[in-house]
């Protein structure tokens, strides 16, 4: 009989959608637009992005996933059922969902999950957590028996994790990322420019100029906004080094759990992570010198994984391709 697998990577800024034999079918943000007056689903991914913040009162944009986990029930359902319908080859056959969770979640949290992959239309929903997906999606060897450390950098979470026979040894979930640095660019242009940006203003200058340490050769972007004390749209300019400094905090966070982690590693698998040093992916890692950053402060060399978006969804598509193998070690199952 045949069965339809689907991998979701149900980030808090974008899932992606990974298919067994056809690779990753889609990369749309976490986003979907609600009709308030007839409570009804208008918009799902970058449809409904495009409308943020420029919606009349008679629509809300909602991002229904918080740090990771589920906010709003009833509309990740929606976009759940709506990735399952929009993947290739729907053909009314109920498909077998696999979705990444963080590692520091609560049951309660994993349930919402489950039940809103049921909801959507699954036959069964199977939860793995993030650096496991992200470290087999990165090409880590994690049935052997030697120590790797992965650090997934995402919008809600970072997720470090040492694994080794397959199995999590120690794993820690921060509930700071890409958001956070987000947050505190727009809130240090506020201060240091009196001008207040949008979302997606912050998000270009992040991707465009974003950088983990202040450098000499500076890079700068001209971005628009609204100015805070005469309420006038206003140019200004902002520079890489500003961005520096104004993501140290949450920089400063990541940097702590990657040192707690490697504090409660067994010391055997600290010498393997030292040996090959630790594997950044997600999001965050496309922040420029982020590796460099982690290497001085940690002591222990850092690479990026290839295509680092895509470990996560990679991850989903491996352990659907070897779903019995699976399903005993890594997973829970509903």
């Known amino acids: 009989m045949f069965k339809r697998k689907i991998g979701i990577d149900l980030g808090t800024c974008n899932s992606l959608v990974f298919m067994p034999g056809k690779e990753i079918t889609m990369n749309e943000p976490s986003v979907v637009a609600v009709s308030v007056s007839e409570n009804k689903i208008l918009a799902v991914g970058s449809e409904a992005k495009e409308m943020t913040g420029r919606t009349p009162d008679t629509i809300r944009v909602y991002r229904p996933l918080k740090d990771g986990v589920i906010a709003e029930y009833r509309i990740t359902e929606a976009m759940i059922r709506y990735f399952i319908e929009k993947a290739p080859g729907f053909n009314f056959i109920k498909p077998e969902l696999m979705v990444g969770v963080p590692a520091g979640i609560s049951s ?3 349930r919402a999950v489950t039940e809103a992959g049921l909801s959507a239309g699954a036959k069964a929903v199977y939860t793995v957590q993030e650096p496991v ?6 090409g880590i060897p994690i049935d052997s028996c ?3 450390m992965i650090v997934d950098i995402g919008g809600g979470t970072t997720e470090v994790a040492v694994i080794s026979l397959g199995g999590v040894v120690v794993a820690k979930s921060l509930r700071v990322a890409g958001d956070r640095m987000d947050e505190q660019i727009a809130d240090f242009i506020k201060e240091r420019h009196n001008v207040a940006v949008g979302e997606k203003t912050i998000e270009e200058i992040k991707i465009k100029i974003g950088n983990a340490v202040a450098e000499k050769d ?3 972007i001209e971005v628009r906004g609204r100015d805070l004390i005469s309420g006038l749209p206003r140019m200004i300019t902002v520079s890489s ?3 520096s400094d104004s993501i140290q905090e949450p920089l400063e966070e990541i940097i702590r759990v990657i040192k707690k982690v490697l504090r409660d590693t067994p010391p055997e698998l600290s010498a393997d992570i030292m040996d090959k040093g630790m594997v950044i992916s997600g999001g965050g890692a496309m922040i420029e010198n982020i590796d460099s950053l ?3 402060e940690t002591g222990v060399p ?5 295509e680092p978006l895509l470990c996560v969804a990679k ?3 491996v352990v659907l391709d070897n779903l019995e193998a699976y399903k005993r070690s890594i997973m829970s199952k509903k």
């Open 108 to 110: 309660t949290e994993k």
């Open 133 to 138: 997906l992200a470290a087999i999606g990165a």
């Open 146 to 148: 030697s120590g790797h």
């Open 218 to 220: 500076e890079k700068e």
């Open 241 to 243: 080094n500003e961005v």
């Open 294 to 296: 982690i290497t001085r």
């Open 302 to 306: 850092s690479f990026i994984a290839d």
């Open 315 to 317: 991850g989903t598509g």
